[in-house]
């Protein structure tokens, strides 16, 4: 069965600095994909960051980029220059194919809370 | 463009009663799925539908859950009668392309719901 780890619970990060949100997978399919998602406070979740398992480079959407590691199975986010605002929960997501192929939804990990310290 | 809307936003109710959630999922996106967030489990899938038909509802807790799509703009999630232990906050999410497609899954506010 597909799983997606996340081994921190928390992190702290002061402003203007760079931090890594650390992520494994484990999946038997050649063909996956792997996503964040950050949830403020308010509750809503929003869309980073997208690397499929055939992309040859990391994926980058702004101040976010995606440490992709196909042999060690890691999918880091590295969020740069924290702002205040980036504080929130972040889940690793990764698409499941599902019995037969059929259903392609997310499985995600437990999250990690990130607290941006001014 | 408008997002993913859900209603209510928020949703107090009585153990014993039925509880509608609503789902208007983007223009042009013709995969739909339901997930519930509760700190025990996460998140999870309930149910997905593709072009308004259930594909997958294996996580359907039980018979007292359902949920439809009657057309390609409009779904619904019921609990009947709802629990307390259905206290969660309810995500649908939609997304373009079928069931291999890679694009992202774009989500509603949630649905916070609490059973009295």
């Known amino acids: 069965a597909q799983k997606i780890t996340q081994t921190q619970p928390g992190m702290f990060v002061q402003e203007k600095e760079a931090v890594t949100l650390d992520c494994t997978y484990d999946?038997?399919?050649?063909?996956?994909?792997l996503f964040w998602y950050k949830q403020p406070s308010s509750g809503e979740m929003i869309f980073l960051i997208y690397?499929?398992?055939?992309?040859?480079q990391n994926a980058t959407e702004g101040r976010y980029s995606l440490n992709f590691q196909k042999a060690r199975k890691s999918a880091n986010l590295v969020i740069s220059a924290s702002q205040l605002g980036d504080s929130a929960m972040y889940f690793c997501?990764?698409?499941?194919?599902?019995?037969?192929?059929?259903?392609?939804?997310?499985?995600f990990g437990t999250g990690t809370l990130l607290a941006v310290q001014p | 463009d408008a997002g993913v809307i859900q209603s209510p936003r928020h949703e107090v109710t009585e153990m014993g009663q039925e509880v509608t959630l609503r789902c208007k999922p983007i223009?042009?996106?013709?995969?739909l799925f339901w997930y519930r967030q509760t700190m025990m489990r996460g998140l999870e899938l309930l149910i997905y539908?593709?072009?308004?038909?259930?594909?997958?509802d294996s996580g359907m807790p039980e018979d007292r859950f359902s949920a439809k799509m009657p057309n390609a703009s409009f779904s619904t999630l019921k609990i009947q009668p709802s629990e307390p232990r259905d206290s969660a906050v309810y995500f649908c999410?939609?997304?373009?392309?079928?069931?291999?497609?890679?694009?992202?899954?774009?989500f509603g506010d949630g649905t916070r719901l609490s059973i009295l």
């Open positions: 999410a939609s997304r373009p392309g079928d069931q291999y497609s890679n694009q992202p899954q774009h």
């Open positions: 999946t038997s399919d050649q063909s996956y994909g």
């Open positions: 690397q499929g398992s055939y992309d040859e």
């Open positions: 997501a990764m698409r499941d194919r599902g019995f037969g192929g059929a259903t392609n939804k997310l499985i």
């Open positions: 223009s042009g996106h013709n995969s």
């Open positions: 539908f593709n072009n308004n038909v259930p594909i997958d």
